[in-house]
């Protein structure tokens, strides 16, 4: 009989590097270092005499040993996952609600795909969004209005919630395709002073452009509002100001050359989100099973995130 080395973790790495599209990235959605992986890898290669894909392929084109292997993490992650699920549900019993508040007017571009992926998994785990914009989810916590609140900072001085780390990214400059603006590589604060700056209707204390460059640079340019994404995108596209959303909001509308696009400042402008709830709610499998499903699917789907 064939002694077998294989481990859980080798089938995750295998998935992990498919879906990623990259060592690197493989790396950050697993949470080990790229040296970590790469020695797994080069375990499993040296076991079975042959490399598992091409390494200057990108994506990873997968041998025909390592399409086997993949293949086989394809049959068995999916059922160890239910079997755990099934576990968990005799253990702490069926069922259970999530009602998720957002502060963030993109978030459904990422939020409804993860639920969607979650009711599969659970589906007698009620799911439901807290209608309208939320300027203090974590406040709809407390009152018992809210489950789950998706944020972009984490408040330490906020007594009795938790916060789940989902993922970070980048947030670009959008300005018209004829602005005299994108002869420079990025911008910085002072760029924004005779622009007129859409914003969602949002506090400034929730505005990472505002909060982060404007406002310590004693920058106050003219603003305008709109609730909507695509009218802020349609106004940048007619030359009637500029606006900074995340790049995963807006990468296709860049692709389609609807609008361009520039770094904010020469590190570049980044965000982040979060879930918050209270700490009952923390050790529910279903809530931890949430909170991964949504890192994975938006670090495999969206343009420009990265775990944190």
């Known amino acids: 009989m064939i002694q077998s080395i294989l481990e859980m973790r080798h089938l995750r790495t295998l998935q992990a590097l498919r879906d990623s599209g990259s060592l690197v990235r493989a790396a950050q959605l697993l949470s080990l270092t790229q040296s970590a992986l790469s020695h797994q890898i080069k375990l499993l290669e ?15 084109q997968f041998s025909a040993t390592g399409a086997r292997l993949l293949q086989l993490a ?57 209608s309208g914009f939320h300027a203090d989810p974590v406040g709809l916590l407390h009152q018992g ?6 944020v972009s900072e984490v408040d330490a001085d906020e007594a009795g919630v938790d916060y789940h ?27 924004f002073a005779d622009q ?20 310590p640079a004693g920058v106050r340019p003219p603003r305008r509002t709109t609730e909507l994404t695509v009218a802020m995108l349609q106004l940048v596209a007619s030359g009637r100001g500029v606006a900074a959303l995340p790049l995963w909001a807006v990468q296709g509308y860049l692709d389609r050359g609807y609008v361009a696009a520039r770094p904010i400042g020469a590190q570049g402008l980044r965000g982040e989100l979060h879930a918050a709830c209270l700490p009952g709610l923390s050790s529910r499998p279903y809530l931890q099973d949430f909170v991964g499903v949504t890192r994975e699917t938006s670090f495999v789907t969206l343009k420009g995130v990265e775990l944190l």
């Open 196 to 215: 007129t700056v859409i914003t969602y209707p949002v506090p400034d204390e929730m505005l990472d452009l505002v909060r982060q460059v404007l406002e």
């Open 145 to 150: 209005r809210a489950d789950l609140a998706i």
């Open 165 to 191: 780390p989902l993922f970070g990214f980048e947030i670009r400059a959008l300005l018209s395709n004829t602005h005299p603006l994108l002869a420079r590589p990025y911008l910085v604060a002072q760029d």
């Open 46 to 60: 040296d076991r079975y005499g042959a490399p598992l894909f091409e390494r200057k392929s990108v994506p990873p």
């Open 74 to 130: 394809d049959a068995v992650l999916p059922q160890v996952e239910a079997a755990e699920r099934d576990v968990a549900r005799l253990s702490l019993g069926p069922g259970g609600q999530m009602r998720i508040a957002v502060e963030c007017h993109t978030c459904f571009d990422w939020l409804m795909p993860a639920m969607d992926a979650f009711r599969a998994r659970w589906p007698e785990v009620e799911l439901d969004i807290v």
